[in-house]
């Protein structure tokens, strides 16, 4: 089992940037696909990044591909979004997750685990 803590939100003006970060703690970090999600009030969760278990495969939704950037480093066990030229629509709470499977995958009920969230506001 794996536990999940993210931090980095706050607030941010329209084409500013942040930076969340993802520690876990337990066993075999590096056998879990790593995403983040994201949940605007009112709305359903939605996919925003994952990569895979060596950190080679990204994917990315279209709303913020070229913008946001997910990495990993694994002997630190934490995954990082780097979120830049954000927009007020990117404002929500960022969760990270774990999947413990081999493929790169988008959809929330693949997830195994979750953190508790971060707030990502952005002012326009």
């Known amino acids: 089992q794996v536990q999940l803590v993210e931090s980095g939100g706050g607030l941010v003006e329209a084409g500013g940037s942040l930076s969340l970060s993802c520690a876990a703690s337990?066993?075999?970090?590096?056998?879990?696909?790593m995403g983040w999600f994201r949940q605007a009030p009112g709305r359903e969760r939605e996919f925003v990044a994952a990569i895979s278990r060596g950190g080679i495969t990204t994917t990315y939704a279209d709303s913020v591909k070229g913008r946001f950037t997910i990495s990993r480093d694994n002997g630190k066990k934490t995954v990082y979004l780097q979120m830049n030229n954000l927009k007020p629509e990117d404002a929500a709470v960022y969760y990270c997750?774990?999947?413990?499977?081999?493929?790169?995958?988008?959809?929330?009920?693949?997830?195994?685990?979750w953190g508790q969230g971060t707030q990502v506001t952005v002012s326009s």
């Open positions: 337990g066993p075999d970090f590096s056998a879990y696909v």
């Open positions: 997750a774990a999947d413990y499977g081999r493929m790169v995958t988008t959809t929330v009920p693949r997830y195994d685990y």
